[in-house]
């Protein structure tokens, strides 16, 4: 019995050149659609892909959180440990993240060790979280010099679309926020830690970091939360972290930079700061 194929409609054929085109040609396919003042996915320059955040869904965690940013998914999850504190910090805890790029969240990602692109979201998450002073690490001692907490802030990328510093800062930040760690006490005598379940307290957050990331394609254009698909054709990735006061903790520049340099930086502070005030209701 001979089959028979279903003809392909012209806008089912027109679909197919764009996408074979833009696996060919990516660069050109991305300035033809920027000379339209318009970008792939339909959104201007400046506008920024929706955020969900959720938190307390990892009850297995001492916090945790699931945040959204367009279709780059993070899942961020809290476990707590007691550890000795190191020698010169007798009276500091300790704050670990990391973020895991799995090969199921992009074809990008090979199956194996940790890509160098995990090792260095991690050491730059690292930096802001320390940099913004957002937990105080002395808060995490029991007892100086004997017992304190260990906090291993552990983030997955489940899929992803680009953007993952600023998606796993925020979902570091909210699972942060979400955590509760029982009361601990240290006994002199025989040198161990006890934990009442009973009793839980809240991390002592004192600030808010948020990232706010902006592509610079071909010297002119900044392009506002960049895509997977637009991450390796840009020239240059500004990411801004703010507090929830509008003040600047850390900036750093991906890339090669542009002539303009001055000029984008400004204008992606601005955007960041109103940005920033955006976010506020989902930290």
């Given amino acids: 019995m001979a089959s028979t194929m279903t003809p392909i409609s012209p806008q089912e054929q027109e679909a ?11 660069r050109i396919y991305l300035e033809r659609f920027l000379s339209e003042n318009i970008r ?23 916090g945790s959180a699931l945040v959204r940013l367009g279709n780059t998914t993070i899942v961020c999850g809290v476990k707590a440990e007691i550890a000795e504190p190191e020698l010169d910090r007798a009276l500091e805890g300790f704050l670990v993240p990391n973020l895991d790029l799995p090969a199921i969240c992009s074809p990008k990602f090979k199956p194996g060790p940790p890509t160098e ?24 001692c029991i007892h100086p010099g004997k017992a304190a907490w260990v906090l291993y802030v552990d983030a997955t990328c489940i ?4 953007n993952a510093f600023d998606a796993t800062l925020i979902a570091m930040v909210a699972a942060l926020k979400n955590t509760q760690l029982p009361k601990a006490t240290f006994d002199q005598e025989s ?15 004192t600030r808010t970091p948020v990232s706010m990331s902006f592509g610079i394609f071909d010297s002119t254009h900044i392009l506002s939360d960049p895509t997977a698909f637009e991450e390796p054709l840009l020239d240059t990735t500004l990411s801004v972290v703010l507090d929830s006061d509008g003040q600047l903790i850390s ?17 992606c ?9 955006e976010l506020a209701q989902y930290i």
Wanted: proline share 4%; charged share 20%; aromatic share 4%.
């Fill in 269 to 277: 502070m601005t955007a960041a700061k109103k940005r920033r005030g």
């Fill in 191 to 205: 040198g161990t830690t006890t934990c009442s379940r009973k009793t839980k307290m809240p991390l002592e957050i």
């Fill in 117 to 140: 692109e995990a090792q260095v979201l991690s050491d730059r998450l690292n930096e802001v979280l320390l940099a913004s002073g957002m937990l105080p690490l002395s808060s995490l």
């Fill in 251 to 267: 900036l750093s520049q991906l890339g090669l930079g542009s002539s303009g340099a001055q000029n984008s930086l400004q204008s």
């Fill in 40 to 62: 792939p996915d339909g959104r201007d320059f400046d506008v920024w892909r929706d955020v969900f955040v959720n938190v307390g869904s990892i009850t297995t965690a001492d």
């Fill in 159 to 162: 899929n992803y679309d680009g």
């Fill in 16 to 26: 197919l050149k764009a996408s074979i085109f833009q696996r060919l040609h990516p």
